[in-house]
């Protein structure tokens, strides 16, 4: 059983820039959240995708875009990237059946802007 | 606008002792919490959880209390073990929401 995947694990941009990354869920999870985890700082909500929609979305810019495909994977795009984005980006999947529900994290893409 | 905070950034504990971690959050809308532990180069793994209409769970080693009065949460793991050093964050999210935020981490060092 595949846990939540991301690719790539590193990536390094200069600051203009766009980027990409990717997500795969947990097999059996339909909900795919974004992450941005500062150096010291806890992760801080980007936004949720589900039935391939932006469910929520937490405070940040324009900038940060996102999809979600049939099969639950999900992309997340930064454009115009600033030297501030450099982080590690973790991606969350779980089950949107009911209250409660657990995050599974991917173990991130590290991402640095030069 | 920090709502969920972890005052402690490091914590060091001898094996077979047990290690306490805090966490405080502002929003009293808050109604479900989780703890997660996280090594280098990985992801957040998921440790243990509490909604707000119990004050305590366990799960062998690890207890999680809530005060609701307090808005305070802490984790107790007894007892300590050096596999248990990491980085330690607490999360919480309104009813339903999935929308969690987490503190900035307490790093645990367990001692042999």
């Known amino acids: 059983d595949a846990g939540v995947t991301q690719s790539p694990t590193h990536l390094i941009k200069t600051r203009g820039q766009q980027v990409t990354l990717r997500c795969s869920p947990k097999?059996?999870?339909?909900?795919v959240s974004w992450y941005q985890q500062a150096l010291g700082q806890g992760p801080q909500f980007i936004f949720q995708y589900y039935e391939e929609e932006e469910r929520q979305r937490g405070n940040f810019p324009d900038r940060f875009s996102g999809h979600q495909f049939p099969n639950y994977s999900s992309e997340l795009n930064v454009n115009a990237l600033l030297l501030g984005d450099s982080a590690l980006y973790l991606c969350?999947?779980?089950?949107?059946?009911?209250?409660?529900?657990?995050?599974?994290f991917g173990s991130g893409t590290q991402l640095s802007v030069l | 606008d920090q709502q969920v905070k972890q005052n402690s950034p490091s914590l060091s504990v001898q094996e077979g002792r047990i290690s306490i971690l805090n966490c405080d959050y502002t929003n009293s809308m808050f109604d479900y919490f989780l703890w997660y532990k996280k090594y280098p180069a990985e992801g957040p793994t998921f440790l243990i959880s509490?909604?707000?209409?119990?004050d305590k769970n366990e799960d062998g080693r690890f207890t999680v209390f809530l005060n609701k009065s307090a808005k305070h949460l802490s984790l107790h793991i007894v007892p300590s073990q050096p596999g248990d050093s990491a980085v330690y964050f607490c999360a919480a999210s309104e009813y339903n929401f999935n929308k969690f935020y987490f503190g900035s981490g307490t790093k645990l060092n367990v001692k042999p």
């Open positions: 969350a999947s779980s089950l949107r059946t009911g209250v409660n529900e657990k995050l599974f």
């Open positions: 509490i909604s707000s209409i119990k």
């Open positions: 097999s059996g999870h339909d909900t």
